[in-house]
């Protein structure tokens, strides 16, 4: 079992930043172990893919957010963040994170993930 907190999220000025925390917990938690995703949805709209760091390490972006939004993590502290610069109001969404143990299908299937965060709300304001 993996237990996800989500933290970070606020109101911010088109154009501004924020970083978003994503802190695991669980027994048998680890990253060479666990494929790590964000996802976000919108007010009326399907859930969607936003970025992943597969248990290989291989990295995954939705084009939306290429070349703004970045994944990083730190190592002791089981915190996976993601740096999001040049934020628009179209980013307006709640962001989830989200875990699965050695997935075999795409980093941007939400299927694919077996345990969620409860989320935290991100506001780019124009």
């Known amino acids: 079992q993996v237990q996800l907190v989500e933290s970070g999220g606020g109101l911010v000025q088109a154009g501004g930043s924020l970083r978003l925390s994503c802190a695991a917990s669980g027994r048998t938690f680890s990253w060479s172990r666990y494929t790590m995703g964000w996802f976000r949805q919108a007010p009326g709209k399907e859930r969607e893919f936003v970025a992943a760091r597969r248990w290989d390490g291989n990295m995954n972006y939705a084009d939306t957010v290429k070349g703004r939004f970045t994944i990083s993590r730190d190592n002791a502290q089981n915190i996976m963040y993601l740096q999001m610069d040049s934020l628009k109001p179209e980013d307006t969404a709640v962001y989830y994170c989200?875990?699965?143990?050695?997935?075999?299908?795409?980093?941007?299937?939400?299927?694919?993930?077996?345990?969620w965060g409860q989320g935290t709300h991100v506001t780019a304001s124009s």
């Open positions: 989200a875990a699965a143990l050695k997935s075999t299908m795409p980093t941007s299937w939400a299927r694919g993930y077996e345990y």
